[in-house]
């Protein structure tokens, strides 16, 4: 691979844009090659080094930080435990490439840089976003670092994934330990960062592949509560290990075994996988023509055709792909958003339950499809799109065609892309939604849009286009203890 294409990736991991291929690529290059380590490396503490750089100038002036208002598609990553090495973590190796000499001595060693970025702010409760402490996604050095209050998701670069509950303080040492002066946190740790501790000042804690949650004081107070796998926690005359629902209290005079409280400590960020009707399109497929799908479980829409291998173009997943046909149920539906005329296909998803669980809790909707077409010629429709609408009401009180529905919709969301003429390859195009509190459903959305050439009804609307393996997920966000 040319350091051109390695940048490339590179500047798209640093925007969070890589895709589940890319992402694969450039681990796999990091792995294989020290040269390109180093490159990644070097963009990384640049990038770091400018944006802190900036927040400084912006301070200095008394001027508010700055965030892009651009719309980022977000894409899967795809993380390798049998390497157990993610992109993040090739971080360290690109540090211990880094190499000193003596002058009396040639032999080379590993200095550590006391300075390393070693981890990304991922969620921030409101609290911490009003407050200004930390930027959307910023890199965090090694060091000392504190909240007094809120919730603050660090992601550490080996996956390893922290969430801290304020008033806390801390000190991120390396990938492999950090200090939990007092405070609370739950960690999840997996296979490849086995041996993750964090010490504090009544012992230390071992994960050995596992969740857990820690609180600590300066007076010498800790309890470790394990929610999923082992730890070992060692205090000054002892060694106890911990698996699934167990919990020890230290004290500077006392160490007992307690039942294990996970609502006690900040409850880690989860993703629900939802459960779409035939979302690859596979088997009996329903695919109903007309309009909003007044119930959940089938397809609705516009004319469109589950089909095998068509044109030349094979599914993406499976035998069968749904192929858009026409962009109109009975009658042509001009969409005033996009200028365009489009072939549509929409699914209802009831998501009563989950906000019952979760009255007050972020809801993140994410979804994703891949779409491929034909390479036609000149007047050959291109635009493809996925929507997410997050509504309120009964969902059996839609109106019964395309049209208005601004008396349900609570949100919305839609992107765009411009495909390419190979029909050897599938494009994957996502979503992301913050779903309101009130919202009871969501529909989601899928189209191919005549942006070329509006053609008649009664002519072929498009030239061959296709979509396959659709994908529907909603992020619950971190949830405080209650402790």
Known sequence: MKKEDLEVLIEKYLDDDLHEDESNRLESLLIESGEARQTFWERTEIHGLTRETLLQGQAEEGLPGKTSSRKVINFPWAWSSAACLAVGLLITLADKDKTVTDKTNTKSETKLNPNTYLARVGFQSNELVQSGIFEKKQFIKSGELAIGKGLLELNLFNKVTLLLQGPAKVNLQSLDQMVLHHGQLSAEVPEGARGFKVHTPAGEVIDLGTRFGISA????????????????????????????????RLDPMSVENIVSEPTRFPALRTIYEQPLAQPGFEGNTLVEFGGIPDRTGIWRGDRALVT?????????????????????PESEVFDPL???????????????????????????????????????????????????LACTGDMKKLPSLNGNINSHRRASVE??????????????????LNIP????????????????????????????????????KIHRGPIPGNN
């Open 338 to 388: 996009s200028n365009t005329s489009q072939s549509l296909q929409q699914q209802t998803i009831d998501i009563r339950n989950l906000r019952k669980k979760y009255p007050m809790t972020r809801l993140v909707a994410e979804a994703d499809a891949f779409f491929n077409r034909v390479q036609g010629g000149p007047e050959t429709d291109t635009q493809f799109s996925v929507a997410i």
């Open 437 to 472: 509190k009130k919202a009871s459903f969501l529909i989601l959305r899928i189209a191919a849009h005549e942006n070329i050439q509006n053609d008649p009804q009664e002519s072929k609307e498009l030239d061959g286009h296709y979509v396959d393996g659709v994908g529907l």
């Open 217 to 248: 004081n300066l007076d010498g107070h800790m309890e470790t509560h394990v929610f999923e796998g082992e730890v070992d926690v060692i205090e000054p005359n002892a060694l106890h290990k911990l698996k699934t629902n167990q919990a020890l």
């Open 308 to 328: 095998r291998a068509d044109q030349g173009i094979h599914p993406y997943d499976g035998e069968f792909m749904l192929k858009f046909e026409q962009t109109y």
């Open 415 to 432: 992107n765009s892309l411009e495909s390419d003429s190979d029909p050897s390859t599938w494009e994957r195009l996502g979503a992301k």
